[in-house]
């Protein structure tokens, strides 16, 4: 492309209102409440350790998750011209390599955050910060792939924070009961990562990005995501009932009902539901992994 997005837009500096837009606030929520589940089911009091928990949601939050966003934005800029060129890279308000600077700067101040979390909050910031890249950009770019792109996602937005969140509470490995059930739920989360990709439909077709939706249409990757995301909480049920935590089982049983409901209504207009869904259904079911979470707490944080 001999014509760059900032050559249009003529600025030299980002826009300052695009940057909180480059870094997508919104989707700090999944990975800071996982993190916060890996909190409860650790069993040890938040109080006891305040600013172990705050560091741990900035971190997981606004730089790890905001640093994935900028990245990706910067990796998926000629895309972005053809689905969302409003976006700010496309757009011109954050011009010439100026993503690609927010996102190494942003890894860099992951890591250091990192540090102040310990080695096992470390080594899962390292590991955050490789897969974001890795998801991303050339020559891995593991985004083109509809099986390997949303397992990625899934794992760092739902199972390595709350892992992550055990870890620190409790300066030591997780329970295997934590491990299973974050991993559950990271699992889980491959579905809620298909469902996204809706909405990069075309501009994924164009560029060879081999999402589920593009590779198995809209129809049956929703009948896919809907499978992949029950599963896995049907086995947390299973679980919980096996460890004598039967309450908690019915708990997220009776929040899997109700997706099933929105799942019936998603299936109808799988391309135009989607983001409903995404604002429905997924609540319930990380509403389920609270739940969960608190089940786990009283069977003991670490192994």
């Not at 741990?56 to 990245?71: E, K, N, T």
């Not at 579905?191 to 249409?217: C, H, W, Y």
């Not at 990757?221 to 309450?247: E, S």
């Not at 019936?264 to 990380?286: E, Q, S």
Request: aromatic letters at 10%.
């Amino acid at each position: 492309m001999s014509v760059t997005f900032e050559d249009r837009a003529g600025r030299r500096y980002p826009h300052p209102p695009a940057v909180l837009t480059l870094i997508k606030p919104i989707t700090w929520f999944p990975p800071v409440w996982a993190y916060l589940c890996g909190v409860v089911a650790s069993g040890v009091p938040m109080s006891s350790a305040p600013w172990l928990v705050l560091t741990g949601m900035v971190l997981a939050g606004p730089v790890v998750c905001g640093m994935s966003q900028a990245a990706n934005d910067w990796c998926d800029r000629h895309v972005d011209a053809i689905n969302e060129p409003h976006r700010p890279i496309p757009s011109g308000l954050i011009p010439g390599r100026w993503g690609l600077w927010i996102a190494i700067a942003m890894s860099v101040l992951a890591l250091a955050l990192g540090t102040l979390l310990g080695p096992w909050g470390f080594g899962a910031t390292v590991f955050a910060v490789l897969a974001a890249w890795a998801y991303s950009a050339e020559p891995v770019r593991l985004k083109r792939s509809g099986v390997w792109g949303p397992g990625l996602v899934g794992l760092c937005y739902e199972g390595l924070p709350w892992f992550t969140g055990a870890a620190v509470l409790s300066a030591g490995a997780p329970s295997m009961e934590i491990v299973v059930i974050a991993l559950l739920y990271a699992l889980g989360a491959h579905g809620i990562m298909t469902l996204n990709d809706f909405k990069a439909l075309e501009g994924d077709r164009q560029m060879g990005v081999n999402s589920l939706p593009v590779t198995l249409g809209p129809e049956r990757a929703a009948r896919v995501a809907c499978w992949v995301m029950a599963l896995p909480q049907v086995v947390v049920i299973a679980l919980l009932t096996i460890w004598d935590k039967p309450v908690f089982a019915l708990i997220i049983l009776a929040l899997l009902a109700a997706q099933f409901w929105a799942m019936r209504v998603l299936l109808r207009d799988p391309k135009g539901r989607a983001p409903w869904y995404n604002g429905t259904g997924v609540i319930l079911y990380v509403s389920g992994m609270m739940v969960a979470a608190v089940a786990l707490r009283g069977l003991g944080g670490v192994g």
